[in-house]
């Protein structure tokens, strides 16, 4: 599988499950419990990451922000934005034909898997 996925999540029982989950399927996978954790992973290892999981809700951070700063530093990087309340994309992202989506809470690991098999394939 291309690219590693990072998981960005403040719900530290929800990202270990996702880690593992995704692990399971075969991905190579970083978990953080915030925004700055993932942008100093994506400054670190530049170009290795295929998609980034976003909760829209994280700590320290707001999710649009992080998401901003993620496609400056990775331009090609999928994202999948989560959360449990209606997601509101950020506009510039999606105007500038960015790889970016939305997943509703709760979301069955398959449904997870799918979007992260979409996005990896659209970059091929």
Do not use: E
């Given at each position: 599988m291309p690219g590693k996925v990072l998981v960005v999540d403040d719900d530290p029982p929800l990202l270990r499950t996702m880690g593992v989950f995704l692990a399971r399927r075969g991905y190579e996978v970083v978990t953080c419990g915030n925004g700055n954790e993932a942008l100093a992973r994506?400054?670190?290892?530049?170009?290795?990451?295929?998609?980034?999981?976003?909760?829209?809700?994280i700590i320290g951070m707001p999710a649009e922000e992080l998401v901003e700063k993620a496609f400056q530093l990775e331009r090609d990087v999928g994202v999948i934005v989560t959360?449990?309340?209606?997601?509101?994309?950020?506009?510039?992202?999606?105007?500038?034909?960015?790889?970016?989506?939305?997943?509703q809470k709760p979301f069955t690991p398959d449904a997870l898997a799918q979007l992260i098999e979409q996005m990896i394939s659209s970059r091929l």
């Open positions: 994506l400054k670190a290892d530049p170009g290795v990451y295929a998609v980034m999981i976003v909760d829209m809700t959360s449990g309340y209606p997601v509101k994309l950020p506009f510039s992202a999606m105007a500038s034909g960015r790889h970016i989506t939305a997943l």
